[in-house]
């Protein structure tokens, strides 16, 4: 699977941004799809995964409450809302399949 992740941008502290994470590949619907993100000088980190069909949804301590991760298995896509967000979750985000295939990351500054 072939991942392009999209939707970074600059932000303010208590603000949103939604990051998609578009696949090519017909074993998208059928694999769990994950974010991890990298802040600067830090090891890539969990933030949400989500199953096939969109039931079970896991999260990070740290974004629990504040981001929802969503799918679309008609478009490809996967989705990463994010709200209230923090100068701490500035960091550069990734999506990643089931078959171990990363995008190539979407990065997100939150000002304070």
């Known amino acids: 699977v072939q991942l392009q992740a999209y939707g970074g941008g600059l932000v303010q502290a208590g603000g949103s941004l939604r990051l998609s994470c578009t696949a090519s590949g017909r074993a998208f619907s059928t694999g769990a799809m994950r974010w991890f993100r990298q802040a600067p000088g830090k090891e890539r980190e969990f933030v949400a995964s989500?199953?096939?069909?969109?039931?079970?949804?896991y999260y990070s301590n740290s974004v629990k409450g504040r981001f929802t991760i969503s799918r679309d298995n008609a478009k490809n896509t996967v989705y990463l809302q994010m709200n209230s967000l923090k100068p701490e979750d500035t960091a550069v985000y990734f999506c990643s399949a089931g078959d171990g295939s990363w995008g190539q990351g979407t990065e997100v500054t939150v000002s304070s």
């Open positions: 989500i199953n096939w069909s969109g039931a079970n949804k």
